[in-house]
């Protein structure tokens, strides 16, 4: 009897689980896919969307909210309707237990009596705010523009916010529209997680484990790296979408595409969860690139909210080795080494394995970026110029109950609040500058027809000689020069438009004190430069040739002409001109602390400090880069120099000078032939040889000038021994036997970061590389300057703590600190020292 009633009990157990076990699994899988603001239901990628107009029993709406269609709409069939609300909105889903994907889809389309524009909102879920603020077409905006700024070809009208939460029952989902705004909502899908789609402790970079149990999760980007997009229908277990990679990075030609679509698995059943076999097919791979360094890494930039943690999901699987130690790698997260020594083989447990590794790193309040980097392992591994990456997620966590960032700075570098009326501005402004082209292009003809009319006169009222340059607001293509022949500005027919201020001679000579030679700030080979003063208060520096002169016309064209499509915070601007009676002056902004160099030597002004040194370089990098890639062909200065490097009252460095200034060469040539100008010392020695002018031809010049910031003396002083009389020939030597710090300016010994300077070396010894193909480009040294500079500031900020940093470890966990401030990129790694080496 007690043998009968033990069964009967254990039967009973085993019935209740079995009953738990099936009732658990039914909330488990039980899905919901709602298309807002309609009656009827809609089949869309084999899935039909139930109409939340329509009775039912999966969900309840608030009776809140108007249905709207849009009759007109030839695309998806789910974003033909919505549902708009000015007051709250809720949605409430019972009967759900443990992780689900939470999508709120968005599109916007012309509602009656409402400018979707201008609508704002919030959302939260059981209590988790998951934006703030939000306005579609702004969001949808800035993540067009992000495309368009990658030369991506892909562009959406529609949005969609993902969510993963753990849900006990209930799920209550509320729209609250801003203060006197609106929103609105297109579908909501929420599909169950089945499997286990993130462990409770994830890596943290740097060291030890976080525990993300229980956390709210946004995610931010989910991309197949190598792969074409993966629409949602080809991740049929969890309906998720995976983009293409290569309009986040930053140069695409350095990872090469791989793929293997037969004998890929799974390590375990578990991970089919994770990820579609479809991902794990395909791969990327480091390219051979000729760049600055033979060894380079993949790099990957994200735009992120300050602020938050994230998880960031890295997916891998070996398509080509077969056995372990033959592609070793290092993975960068914001720059901090995440894994040493990568080897997906040894790993994942073979080839065609897939495989997933979950890191977790902090953003602070300052950032908004969020760099992937993978490069090559230490000199001596098996492999060190190869890695592999065949997907990439990342995910936001929440904070205190909030997953969202109501000023989320886009692509453009503003709020998103400033894109809210994205789309009506964009309308009205190509509706406008229609107009004023039309209205500029009849102006211009009438104008051109006047002058042909007046141009046979010319002679009769005009001397020989010089004559004015500007007639009616252009720049005519040809002048007669002080021989009475012709001349064209750098062999060009079409004519410029002209830039500023046309200032009358009595003007000049009001603001100068009749060229009162106590307010000369300076002399050059265009003649004399005057502080001069113009009627609104505004300080100018005043730059006069020689009216009797028949030299500078040349270079007064190409200074006007360049600067007439140059604008830029280092580019000194150009005020003005002045060409009366067969003047040649040039009004440019007023650089209150002069020239570079006489902050470096041969003046009595105090000198500058490392810092101010470092911030006067970058400043000059920027503006040079921006000469280089600003323009269709770019434009080479030619007379890059500290004396053309100048100063504002803040110490923000400006490129000034321009009057040598070209053109660069065509998209089919290489260089531009020419007669060698420029400074002697500055000289690029290729182009010398050759006549060849390339941007290169500025880089050299630039590296001369780093030497010259850093040792504080002359480029050529003849009355120095014979070997030290070229300062570049004399620098490189040092810098070859790496010991520059024997020649540095004595000033800077002990108040300079010794690392920073000797980084700063390498900097302008790759510069002065003979050959114009082995110097970086000004973009690449922009880079690297930053870095030093925010290396100096870290060991300044040690410095104030520690009074030595001596040992290798220290000085290592320095190295990973300033590059997580820098938000730079790791370029390689340095083969003594087995650091980082990085693009900026």
């Not at 976080?210 to 309906?239: F, H, K, P």
Request: proline share 3%; hydrophobic share 40%.
């Amino acid at each position: 009897m007690e043998k009968v009633q033990g069964r009967g009990v254990l039967g009973l157990v085993f019935l209740v689980t079995l009953v738990l076990s099936v009732s658990s699994g039914e909330a488990q899988s039980k899905y919901f896919l709602v298309n807002c603001g309609a009656n009827s239901s809609v089949n869309v990628d084999g899935r039909r969307w139930i109409g939340d107009m329509a009775p039912n029993d999966n969900f309840t709406v608030s009776s809140s909210g108007v249905a709207v269609t849009d009759s007109t709409a030839n695309g998806d069939s789910l974003y033909k309707t919505a549902r708009i609300f000015d007051n709250g909105l809720n949605y409430t889903f019972a009967g759900m237990q443990g992780s689900y994907f939470v999508r709120l889809h968005f599109c916007p389309f012309p509602f009656e009596n409402y400018n979707v524009n201008v609508s704002s909102f919030s959302v939260e879920a059981n209590g988790l705010k998951l934006v703030t603020d939000f306005n579609v077409p702004g969001e949808i905006s800035v993540k067009n523009l992000h495309l368009q700024n990658s030369n991506s070809n892909s562009s959406s009208l529609s949005l969609v916010k993902e969510y993963i939460l753990a849900i006990n029952d209930v799920l209550l989902v509320e729209f609250i529209p801003s203060k006197g705004s609106f929103g609105f909502i297109n579908a909501i899908e929420i599909v169950p997680v089945n499997g286990t789609l993130f462990a409770d402790s994830v890596s943290k970079v740097g060291g030890s484990n976080a525990n993300v149990s229980g956390w709210g999760i946004e995610t931010m980007y989910r991309l197949n790296v190598g792969g074409q997009e993966i629409r949602s229908n080809g991740d049929s277990d969890l309906w998720r979408k995976w983009e293409v990679d290569s309009s986040y990075m930053i140069t695409a030609d350095a990872g090469a595409e791989i793929k293997n679509t037969s004998n890929v698995t799974y390590a375990s059943n578990n991970d089919s969860w994770v990820a579609p076999l479809l991902v794990y097919e395909t791969a990327r791979i480091m390219s051979n690139a000729e760049v600055l360094e033979k060894k380079f890494n993949m790099s990957w930039k994200f735009e992120v909210d300050p602020d938050f943690d994230y998880l960031i999901r890295f997916h891998f699987c070996e398509l080509e080795y077969d056995k372990a130690n033959q592609r070793i790698f290092r993975v960068y997260i914001n720059n901090k080494t995440a894994a040493d020594s990568f080897d997906v083989y040894a790993l994942a447990g073979g080839k065609n394995i897939a495989y997933h590794h979950d890191y977790f790193d902090a953003v602070s309040a300052k950032v908004n970026t969020l760099w992937i980097q993978l490069g090559p392992a230490a000199t001596g591994s098996a492999s060190g110029t190869d890695a592999l990456l065949n997907g990439l997620e990342i995910f936001k966590l929440s904070r205190s109950g909030n997953l969202a960032y109501a000023d989320r700075i886009g692509s453009t570098g503003k709020p998103a609040s400033h894109s809210k009326s994205w789309i009506l501005w964009v309308g009205s402004g190509a509706g406008a500058a229609t107009v004023l082209i039309i209205a500029i292009a009849c102006t211009c003809i009438f104008c051109f027809c006047k002058n042909r009319r007046n141009e046979m006169n010319d002679t009769k009222d005009n001397p020989p000689g010089w004559r004015p340059l500007f007639m009616h607001g252009a720049v005519v293509s040809s002048i007669v020069n002080a021989k009475g022949g012709d001349q064209t500005l750098n062999g060009s027919v079409a004519a410029s438009t002209r830039v500023g201020r046309r200032f009358t001679l009595s003007e000049i000579r009001a603001a100068t004190d009749n060229f009162d030679d106590s307010l000369v700030i300076g002399v050059g080979g265009f003649g004399k430069v005057y502080r001069g003063e113009i009627e609104d208060g505004t300080l100018a520096a005043i730059k006069r040739s020689n009216p009797q002169s028949e030299q500078g016309l040349a270079e007064f064209e190409t200074e006007i002409e360049m600067l007439s499509k140059l604008r830029h915070r280092h580019l000194v601007s150009l005020i003005g001109f002045c060409d009366e009676q067969n003047e040649m002056i040039l009004v440019y902004e007023y650089m209150a602390n002069g020239t570079l160099r006489s902050h470096l030597f041969g003046s009595d002004f105090p000198p500058l400090t490392w810092k101010q040194r470092l911030e006067a370089c970058i400043g000059a990098a920027r503006g040079l880069h921006y000469l280089h890639t600003g323009a269709d062909r770019g434009i080479i200065h030619r007379d890059v120099k500290t004396t053309n490097i100048l100063l504002c009252e803040n110490f923000v460095a400006k490129v000034a000078d321009f009057g040598l200034s070209k053109d660069g060469p065509a998209l089919d040539h290489t260089h531009v032939s020419t007669a060698v100008k420029g400074s002697f010392g500055y000289l690029d020695p290729e182009y010398f040889r050759r006549q060849h002018l390339t941007e290169k031809s500025d880089v050299y010049s630039f590296g001369v000038v780093l030497f010259e910031v850093i040792c504080s003396r002359p480029v050529i002083n003849p009355s120095l021994p014979k070997d030290q009389i070229n300062l570049a020939e004399w620098a490189m030597k040092w810098q070859r036997q790496r010991s520059l710090e024997t020649i540095i300016d004595p000033r800077l010994r002990g108040s300079a970061c010794p690392e920073s300077l000797k980084k700063f070396g390498d900097i302008a010894e790759k510069c002065l590389a003979d050959e114009g193909k082995n110097r970086p480009t000004m973009g690449e040294v922009l880079w690297h300057l930053e870095y030093v500079l925010q290396f100096h500031e870290a060991w300044i900020r040690t410095q104030a703590t520690e009074t030595s940093i001596t040992s290798s470890q220290a000085l290592e966990d320095l190295e990973l600190r300033v590059a997580e401030d820098a938000q730079q990129r790791p370029l390689s790694m340095d083969e003594e020292t087995g650091r980082p080496q990085y693009e900026g």
